[in-house]
């Protein structure tokens, strides 16, 4: 460690990246349930930190008020130095957070290449008098964009016809698309919601291997998942929820050895 690094702050932005997303104490109420109760973690570049807790712990509220979806109580959300929190979902797309959805969202009608094609920041700057009259400036980014989905498309995996409507796709195959879907807006950090969910075994081995991939290209990742033993293997960090309340957080080593952790998951028995 070089002497200028002074405090620790400075080690970690040395050592772990840039921290890209600071959640702290973050509330959310609907009714009289506290669907999260006080959630601070931090994610840096590059990094993978997973969410894990039984159903109805809250992740997904999380989640939500990250992206802006919903409004959080209170609490505090940073997005690549900026507050954002209570800011609206396309502004936070736009800064360059993507996320999944725990059931997959996307245009069910639309082909596979524009469903990619359209979560791409130059096709949407295209312009509408452009686009009418498909001049050549129009039909060349239009050609771009879609050797550019094409390359996210290849870069998860996909292994079908573009050009088929997503309800003809096999259920593995809509979870990649979503993925390049959220991959083509090339963002700096990217939620996932249990994109694991509905994959058999060797659909969720390709699943985390693809996970790693788009974390080497420096991308901060945070991952809803429940299959622990993946969870285990690809996290550099793990932030615990149980009835809203944030109840661990570190390594994977130091999760596995949380009394509270051991004692929430003993007690939920089937998790
Ligand atoms: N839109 C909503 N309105 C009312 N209650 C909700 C809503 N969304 C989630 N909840 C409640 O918030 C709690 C946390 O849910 P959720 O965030 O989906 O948990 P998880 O994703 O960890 O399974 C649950 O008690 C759930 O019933
Ligand atoms: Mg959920």
Redesign the pocket.
């Known amino acids: 460690m070089s002497e200028a690094l002074t405090n620790a702050s400075e080690f970690e932005t040395a050592t772990r990246g840039r921290t890209l997303l600071e959640v702290n104490d973050l509330r959310l109420v609907?009714?009289g349930?506290k669907?999260?109760d006080g959630l601070s973690f931090s994610v840096h570049e590059g990094e993978i930190v997973s969410v894990i807790?039984?159903?109805?712990?809250?992740?997904?509220?999380?989640f939500?008020c990250i992206s802006g979806f919903?409004r959080p109580t209170s609490g505090t959300i940073t997005f690549d130095g900026e507050p954002i929190t209570r800011k609206k979902p396309s502004y936070i797309t736009q800064k360059g957070m993507a996320r999944t959805f725990?059931n997959v969202r996307l245009f069910r009608e639309m082909n596979v290449l524009d469903n990619v094609k359209t979560a791409m920041h130059s096709h949407l700057k295209q312009n509408v008098i452009d686009a009418m009259l498909h001049t050549p400036r129009y039909l060349k980014s239009e050609k771009q964009c879609t050797i550019d989905a094409q390359g996210w498309l290849d870069f998860v995996g996909f292994r079908s016809d573009d050009e088929l409507v997503v309800t003809q796709l096999p259920y593995g195959e809509q979870r990649r698309v979503e993925i390049a879907r959220a991959l083509a807006s090339q963002p700096k950090l990217l939620l996932l919601?249990e994109p694991g969910a509905g994959l058999n075994h060797n659909e969720k081995i390709e699943l985390m291997n693809l996970i790693r991939k788009i974390r080497d290209l420096g991308v901060g990742i945070v991952l809803?998942e429940h299959d622990m033993g993946l969870v285990m293997q690809i996290s550099e960090r793990i932030v615990v929820?149980n009835y809203?309340k944030e109840i661990a957080d570190g390594t994977p080593a130091q999760i596995k050895a949380d009394p509270a952790v051991i004692a929430a998951y003993l007690g939920e028995g089937d998790e």
């Open positions: 609907f009714g349930i669907a999260v807790g039984p159903n109805g712990a809250g992740k997904t509220s999380a939500n919903y725990q919601d809803i929820m809203g």
